[in-house]
């Protein structure tokens, strides 16, 4: 679910919901499968700023990784793995 996923506990996932809707950014439906949970989605004003954001997070990668080689990248995100299922322990 979406605590999960974002490694928060279940309030703080459902505050966080709450402010996306208020703020335009989802919608909240019913799941048809199981009464107590809802499905979020992603408004078409959410999917419409992605869009326009795909492109410069696309440039600051490529302006961030340009001189590393193919190795070297796997071995940062390697390491960055290790320290965050280190900080997922403490």
Partial sequence: ???DLLEVGQATAGQLVDRMVRGGWV????SPDDR???I???TSKARAMLEELAPRQSALEHEIFQD???DERRALLALLERIKARLGRQ
Avoid at 27 to 30: H, V
């Fill in 1 to 3: 679910d979406l605590a």
């Fill in 27 to 30: 919608e909240r439906s019913p």
């Fill in 36 to 38: 107590r949970a809802q």
């Fill in 40 to 42: 979020v989605t992603a």
């Fill in 68 to 70: 590393l080689s193919a």
